[in-house]
């Protein structure tokens, strides 16, 4: 076994910290300086892990869990890419694993009745999925993240959410076996069928139940290509029509990919028009807009598979017939033919653009939440046209899913009163205080949509959900969902060692 087990003991904490338990730790890894645990893709949190391992297998992470059983108090946060915002894969004066150590493990294809599967390690990124199962066997993934800069586990402990989860569900909806170390340390496979009770818990289980070092994922045959297609509407209500009415079309009658976003109906190079046009060629002609149209538009993104060898005049037609059925603004169309892998990896581009400009590892104040259909319309009339409508500084998704493709064995939630709910993301990229707003400011704004979600009794739940108090996360889950909740993690991680940095837990000695 090689692996770093680096200490992070630190000055003053030295009192704090159970030396003597750790040091019988430090025999069975090894040390090498690491820094990043103490903080995440958020930025607005930061923690003194008392170490980072570096697993190098599976075993490694079962003798750490194992090990940390042993001693008073300490717990145990899997990391994956750290891509979280509020502090999710750190652990104070606990021990981090970076899964990223692990991340060439696996990677075995497999076909099962005809269907292939990939196993790829826990730590593994999507964009590494990707590249290797496309390159390698012409085959990719389902179900996506629009960002592939996560790792696999880290993905499955929430859910997993793109343009494809409407027909495919969540990528938690597209893995059929996972291999996981549980709280007590001891290593499962589990599936449907084999362990289902740990499969199920560990599927949108915020990291609580176990440890995902394995996981076998539904492939399909990869396309060379997409046409990549942007349309606009002034009205909300034809937007949600048209959206909701694609995702509803059965396989093979609509498109592969549907999303949207809302901007600020303002030439703001930030938030309005001109985020809207794919490629520099492209130009945003604001006089088509109806001169009824409000503070902000929204524009559905939609994405069509081909093979190189399709006929163009097969793919347009198929687009026509599609686009022609939709009450987008007449003229305010834009297309591209991209290759499946560039479409994939679109947001790499984005992180660089922001890398240079100083916004990628600033603060990200970000609100992630689903909300029902029955709700989507005031939500639009309370949020993106009021409190929003100047934009901000980033993207603001809002496109529907469908919860007939979601798993209610799963632990994640998703609002339950209609079959419709829709994803709203604010991915505000602002540069760091002076220059932008303080981080305090937007947090309070993502805070005052929530509250007014509450008061208006809005039937939503939280997207990669973050609170400080039990009773919160009891109202989070409902009554039931938190029972179960609770007796799963009484299953599978009884002490509470695993992911503290969700604050559902303390452990419990
Ligand atoms: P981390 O932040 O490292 O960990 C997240 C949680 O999972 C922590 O509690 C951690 O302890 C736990 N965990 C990590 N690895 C494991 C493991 N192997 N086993 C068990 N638990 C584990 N989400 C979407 O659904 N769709 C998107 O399109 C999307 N785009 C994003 C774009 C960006 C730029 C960013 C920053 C985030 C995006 N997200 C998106 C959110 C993202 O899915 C989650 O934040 C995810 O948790 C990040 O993965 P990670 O590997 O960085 O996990």
Redesign the pocket.
């Known amino acids: 076994m090689i692996a770093c087990f680096e200490p992070f003991v630190h000055g003053n904490d030295t009192e704090s910290t159970p030396n003597d338990d750790v040091s019988s730790l430090q025999t069975s890894f090894h040390f090498g300086p690491n820094a990043i645990a103490t903080k995440?893709?958020g930025g607005m949190k930061s923690s003194n892990p008392l170490a980072v391992i570096r697993p190098i297998s599976t075993a490694d992470v079962a003798r750490a869990v194992k090990a940390a059983t042993t001693i008073k108090n300490l717990t145990v946060?899997?990391?994956?890419?750290?891509?979280?915002?509020n502090g999710?894969?750190m652990a104070e004066k606990g021990l981090v694993l970076d899964?990223r150590a692990l991340a060439e493990e696996h990677f075995q294809l497999l076909c099962i009745e005809g269907v292939p599967y990939v196993d790829v390690s826990?730590?593994a990124l999507w964009e590494e999925v990707l590249k290797r199962c496309v390159s390698q066997f012409q085959l990719a993934p389902r179900s996506?993240?629009?960002?592939l800069?996560?790792?696999?586990?880290?993905?499955?402990?929430?859910?997993?959410?793109?343009g494809q989860t409407f027909r495919y569900g969540?990528?938690t909806a597209n893995v059929t076996e996972l291999e996981v170390v549980t709280g007590k340390g001891e290593t499962f496979v589990c599936s449907e069928n084999q362990n289902s009770e740990l499969f199920f818990a560990?599927l949108g289980?915020?990291?609580q139940f176990?440890?995902?070092?394995r996981a076998r994922i539904v492939l399909q045959k990869s396309p060379d290509m997409v046409r990549w297609i942007r349309v606009v509407y002034s009205e909300f209500e034809d937007y949600t029509r048209d959206a909701e009415w694609l995702v509803t079309l059965p396989e093979g009658d609509g498109f592969d990919y549907v999303e949207g976003f809302v901007v600020a109906n303002n030439d703001d190079p930030c938030n309005g028009w001109p985020t809207i046009p794919m490629g520099s060629n492209q130009m945003f002609d604001p006089v088509r807009l109806p001169s009824e149209a409000g503070p902000v538009i929204y524009c559905l993104e939609l994405a069509l598979h081909y093979r190189k060898t399709a006929r163009s005049s097969d793919v347009d037609m198929k687009v026509d017939r599609l686009l022609g059925r939709l009450r987008f603004v007449e003229g305010i169309k834009f297309e591209d033919d991209v290759k499946y892998m560039d479409f994939l990896l679109r947001?790499k581009r984005v992180?660089e653009d922001a890398k240079a400009k100083g916004i990628w590892d600033a603060p990200?104040p970000?609100l992630?939440m689903f909300v029902s259909k029955s709700n989507i319309a005031d939500f639009d009339h309370e949020v993106f046209k009021k409190i929003l409508k100047h934009g901000i500084g980033g993207p603001i998704l809002v496109y529907p899913l469908l919860r007939s493709k979601w798993d209610d064995r799963h632990s994640v939630v998703v609002p339950t009163d209609s079959n419709i709910f829709y994803i709203i993301?604010l991915?505000r990229f602002i540069p760091p205080p002076p220059k932008g707003p303080p981080t305090d400011k937007l947090v309070a704004q993502n805070n005052a949509i929530i509250q007014l979600c509450y008061n208006k009794g809005f039937n939503f739940k939280l997207?990669?959900p973050h609170y400080h108090s039990q009773e919160n996360w009891i109202r989070h889950f409902g009554e039931d969902k938190w029972t179960r909740f609770l007796h799963r993690k009484q299953n599978f991680d009884p002490l509470a060692i695993?992911?503290p940095?969700?604050k559902l837990f303390s452990r419990n000695n």
């Open positions: 995440d893709f946060a899997p990391r994956g890419n750290g891509h979280s915002i999710q894969s899964m826990g730590g996506w993240t629009d960002y800069g996560l790792t696999v586990g880290g993905t499955l402990s929430n859910a997993g959410v793109s969540p990528q560990t289980g915020l990291g176990g440890i995902i070092t947001v992180e990200h970000w992630n993301a991915l997207y990669l695993l992911a940095g969700q």
